[in-house]
């Protein structure tokens, strides 16, 4: 999927739809910003006038928590009208393309769409069909990318390690069917984290997984030793075709993290997941809520984080409104 949709002619941000491509300048700028709004979510008055005046759509055709939820409460701290669309009740059950659908929410002068899709390629398929002055955000569009998770993933990180350069990352799970992954994976390389590694039985990772810049494992402890950072993934379940665990149980006997097996990892490792968790499959509730996890700090981050990618995107957008 090309990425040269992403950036304008500038240099700035047009579209957020994947970090593959991206520069680590742009990387590095969208997590200082955050850095600006973190402290937002402790004053007493949580907004600032930056989006004033812009409409932000949610449009997400899949369920979510997080994502959606952080968006909307960004959008708000921007001071953006913010509309959520409910998927059942939109035209497209009647027939209409997502095109269509949004090409009207254009013409109600939407500035900005976040959009989340069963379909890999579904934002970048709108962000192709869109005028110059509406930028698109992809929430996750099937097994391609989650790009915010991966940003609000690497501020994470990077609020308890200083350096990237220094890091030993070890992402276990369902490699295979994760959109979170790959854009973990692209953003952990494009950042230069010395080494990445995957950590799942040969079935639920791609093949020739090693193009990607990432050390395959599929014993955990081996891939678990001396890491810096641990990023459990979900089973997705819902996308698998066919048996491609054993069952469950063995499953997390191998696979799930649990304190044994993470005793491996450095003794400051932190434990990290994007959610939604499933305890007892994929992740001990020992871990999940232990003093190592930095589950619940993902979610708070992920605020400041998309507050950072949207006001990225709409600066300078009422200029070029004028052209
Ligand atoms: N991490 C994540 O994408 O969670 P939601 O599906 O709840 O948005």
Redesign the pocket.
């Known amino acids: 999927m090309s990425t040269d949709l992403q950036y304008r002619e500038d240099g700035e941000l047009r579209h957020f739809l994947t970090v593959e491509g991206l520069k680590r300048d742009t990387l590095t700028r969208i997590l200082d910003t955050a850095e600006t709004f973190i402290s937002f979510g402790e004053r007493e008055i949580k907004k600032v006038p930056l989006l004033r005046g812009k409409t932000v759509v949610n449009l997400f055709f ?8 952080t968006f909307e409460i960004a959008a708000k701290r921007l001071s953006a009208d913010v509309i959520n669309l409910n998927p059942n009740r939109l035209a497209t059950s009647k027939g209409e393309t997502v095109l269509d659908t949004v090409r009207n929410l254009e013409a109600m002068h939407t500035d900005l769409f976040v959009v ?1 899709d069963a379909h890999s390629g579904a934002a970048y398929l709108i962000a192709q069909h869109v005028p110059p002055h509406v930028s698109i955000i992809n ?2 569009d099937g097994r391609h990318a ?1 790009p915010t ?1 991966a940003m609000l993933d690497m501020f994470t990180i990077r609020q308890h390690r200083q350096d990237f350069e220094n890091l030993k990352v070890a992402i276990v799970g369902d490699i295979l069917h994760s959109r ?1 992954a790959r854009s973990q994976i692209h953003a952990l390389n494009i950042l230069g984290v010395p080494e990445v590694r995957v950590v799942a039985p040969r079935t639920l990772l791609p093949t020739e997984v090693e193009r990607l810049g990432v050390q395959p494992f599929s014993d955990m402890r081996r891939g678990l030793e001396n890491v810096d950072v641990v990023i459990m993934l979900r089973l997705q379940l819902e996308r698998m075709q066919g048996s491609l665990i054993s069952s469950q149980q063995e499953y997390f006997n191998l696979y799930g993290l649990t304190p044994d097996k993470l005793a491996y990892a450095s003794p400051r490792v932190m434990v990290m997941h ?3 968790i499933n305890r007892g499959l994929e992740i001990a509730s020992e871990v999940a809520d232990g003093p190592h996890s930095l589950i619940l700090s993902q979610v708070t981050n992920g605020i400041a984080v998309r507050m950072s990618i949207m006001a990225l995107l709409m600066g300078g957008q009422a200029a070029r409104r004028e052209d």
Do not use: D, L
Request: charged share 25%.
């Open positions: 899949e369920s979510s928590t997080r994502t959606r939820t989340r929430a996750g989650h998770q979170v994007p959610g939604p």
